[in-house]
């Protein structure tokens, strides 16, 4: 049973062009949505949000959360090739007395062609 | 400080074979888990412990133990390999929560 659920699972764009990626969530004991970017090694922290509506942003990348309709949205403007990556969304739920533990959708490959 | 850090980078075993993956970390993390990265999966977790001597089952606990002894290090341990267990391993820690987590460069693991 998927507690997280990306997509789309691949993309496909060219230089310049918007994207979207969604995650939507279905966990018990919510705490937090976070955004990992993944080349090829390890997975690196891009962000994390823990409340409705508020957007983050780093350069062309942003993000927020809806804790009412249980989803997220990463977009990139302006994509490069370097933005080719896997991106991963993850959900920290809690676990009653114990600390949380994170539970991983399965990534939106994207591909971004010059 | 050295960060995460994972031994092998990569290893082969034969059905049956067992082993140990090492990860430790040199930044007095509490928390300390193990993913296995399959092909087109996310993350799933194996196990994860909240400090020395606490431990916990993941998603995926099955064919693998977990011990932590002290708070630096958490090594997974393959008792009877098995070709299912071909993946990609990553060690995470953090310092209280894993919504903090430096991923290790992970390693990768086949069984023939």
């Known amino acids: 049973e998927d507690k997280v659920v990306q997509s789309p699972l691949s993309l496909v764009v060219h230089e310049g062009d918007t994207v979207t990626l969604n995650c939507s969530y279905e966990?018990?004991?919510?705490?937090?949505l976070l955004w990992y970017k993944q080349e090829k090694k390890a997975p690196t922290f891009l962000f994390m949000l823990?409340?409705?509506?508020i957007e983050k942003k780093s350069g062309r990348l942003s993000s927020i959360l809806d804790k009412k309709e249980l989803f997220s949205i990463l977009n990139i403007t302006a994509t490069q090739t370097g933005d080719s990556a896997v991106y991963l969304c993850?959900?920290?739920?809690?676990?009653?007395?114990?600390?949380?533990?994170?539970?991983f959708g399965r990534g939106t490959q994207l591909t971004v062609w010059p | 400080n050295a960060g995460v850090t994972q031994t092998p980078k990569f290893q082969v075993l034969k059905t049956g074979q067992s082993m140990t993956l090492q990860c430790a970390q040199d930044?007095?993390?509490?928390?300390m888990s193990w993913y296995r990265q399959d092909p087109g999966m996310g993350l799933r977790l194996i196990h994860y412990?909240?400090?020395?001597?606490?431990?916990d089952q993941g998603e995926v606990p099955n064919g693998y133990n977990v011990s932590r002894s002290t708070t630096e290090d958490f090594p997974l341990r393959l008792l009877s390999a098995a070709p299912s267990q071909t993946s990609v391993y990553f060690c995470?820690?953090?310092?209280?929560?894993?919504?903090?987590?430096?991923f290790g460069p992970g390693t990768r693991l086949t069984v023939l």
């Open positions: 966990v018990t004991n919510f705490r937090s």
């Open positions: 995470a820690s953090s310092l209280t929560s894993p919504n903090t987590q430096y």
């Open positions: 930044m007095n993390h509490e928390y």
């Open positions: 823990t409340s409705s509506g």
């Open positions: 412990s909240v400090g020395a001597g606490i431990t």
């Open positions: 993850a959900v920290e739920a809690d676990r009653g007395s114990t600390l949380g533990r994170l539970y």
